[in-house]
């Protein structure tokens, strides 16, 4: 299912993208594009809430410090919460880096704020707290058990209504839900767990009815290496330039997502050979073998899938780099091409931005070698 509607996805985004280009804020279709837009992405992040519920959601980790994470999101969660609820955040001394996905832990701590601002209808307050967290005996709530060893605690806990006893064992269960028909998923805490877990850490929760809840993530410790701590900085990509040069096999059985990408990467200055099948691939690379310098294909396609396909590349060109583009998450693929292979991946849904960004990665060094090389 992510599969089918995160092709439909990377097509809506990216042809709202492509229509952008063409109509600037003062034009009257500019609103009209832009609400296709949010309410696309609103429902990518649907999917990657069902993909992070059920482990199988793509996470970029990096090392950070969960102070910047909780900095970055506090504005947001502000005015998430509303002027009738109090937000305190306490930070331990000395706080170790862990390792985790940004926008996947942000997720988690809006959803947490979220749930706790619903408890409190008439106010309260809202308290983070982090601090290290050094367990020497395994802790055990229900069937999970947490090991003994080094961790960074993030707490968070309210002053609401509680959570009832006899739903505490459920409350991470997808599509439960204790709020009225319309006002929710089901999916908040149930991808918090997601998360988390998938992440190799840990959540659990206090809770007495009347007094407030209070859930406690642990993430594994990260032994970093001097300076390799990611501070979060300003996002500067508007600034930064995508065109470039050479020569794309474009290769995705879905003509929507394949006639956007082309486009796409026309507009950056690429040309582009598009095949629709693994078959038709083969073919122009038999007609093209030394002019491609890059190889976009999709994983999942009819008899020749995408890394059948590229493995009969590489065997007459070696060298030649691929980008693998999909809706499954990448472990998934990763499993059906032989270990060691380099290869690189784009999730699907990708905006314009990313599928530029993703090529320049991917080919600036091999030009610089084939630069060298000449």
């Known amino acids: 299912i992510a599969h089918d509607f995160n092709n439909l996805l990377t097509a809506m985004?990216?042809?709202c993208a492509l229509l952008l280009l063409r109509h600037p804020a003062r034009d009257q279709s500019f609103a009209h594009i832009m609400h296709i837009k949010q309410n696309a992405n609103r429902a990518a992040n649907l999917v990657r809430q069902l993909l992070a519920f059920s482990r199988q959601q793509t996470l970029q980790p990096r090392v950070l410090q969960?102070?910047?994470?909780?900095?970055?999101v506090s504005h947001l969660l502000r005015r998430l919460i509303g002027e009738n609820i109090e937000l305190s955040m306490v930070h331990g001394r000395d706080l170790q880096p862990v390792r985790v996905d940004q926008g996947q832990l942000e997720q988690v701590i809006i959803n947490l704020a979220v749930n706790a601002?619903?408890?409190m209808p008439n106010g309260g307050r809202l308290r983070i707290k982090t601090e290290n967290a050094v367990t020497k005996d395994p802790i055990q709530r229900g069937a999970e058990v947490m090991p003994p060893g080094r961790y960074v605690m993030i707490e968070i806990g309210d002053t609401g209504t509680g959570i009832p006893p006899e739903i505490m064992d459920r409350i991470f269960e997808p599509f439960f839900s204790t709020k009225s028909v319309g006002s929710g998923t089901g999916l908040g805490l149930s991808t918090v767990y997601g998360i988390v877990r998938q992440t190799g850490g840990y959540v659990f929760v206090d809770s007495t009815v009347g007094e407030g809840a209070t859930f406690r993530i642990y993430l594994p410790e990260h032994q970093a290496e001097a300076g390799s701590v990611q501070r979060i900085d300003e996002k500067g990509e508007a600034a930064r330039d995508l065109t470039g040069i050479g020569t794309i096999l474009l290769v995705e059985d879905e003509d929507a997502v394949r006639l956007f990408s082309a486009r796409a990467l026309r507009n950056k200055g690429y040309q582009v050979l598009e095949a629709r099948s693994g078959e038709a691939a083969l073919e122009i690379v038999g007609e093209h073998l030394?002019?491609?310098?890059?190889?976009?294909?999709?994983?999942?396609m009819p008899r020749i899938d995408g890394p059948t396909m590229v493995k009969e590349v590489r065997s007459r060109r070696a060298d030649l780099p691929v980008i693998f583009i999909s809706g499954y998450a990448e472990d998934a693929f990763r499993r059906r091409i032989d270990a060691g292979e380099e290869v690189n991946f784009l999730l699907k849904p990708f905006t314009l931005k990313q599928l530029a960004a993703k090529v320049k990665e991917v080919l600036e060094p091999h030009g610089d070698r084939k630069r060298a090389s000449n």
């Open 290 to 300: 030394n002019e491609i310098d890059l190889i976009i294909s999709d994983v999942v």
């Open 117 to 119: 601002r619903d408890a």
């Open 66 to 72: 969960v102070t910047d994470v909780l900095a970055e």
């Open 13 to 15: 985004i990216g042809f």
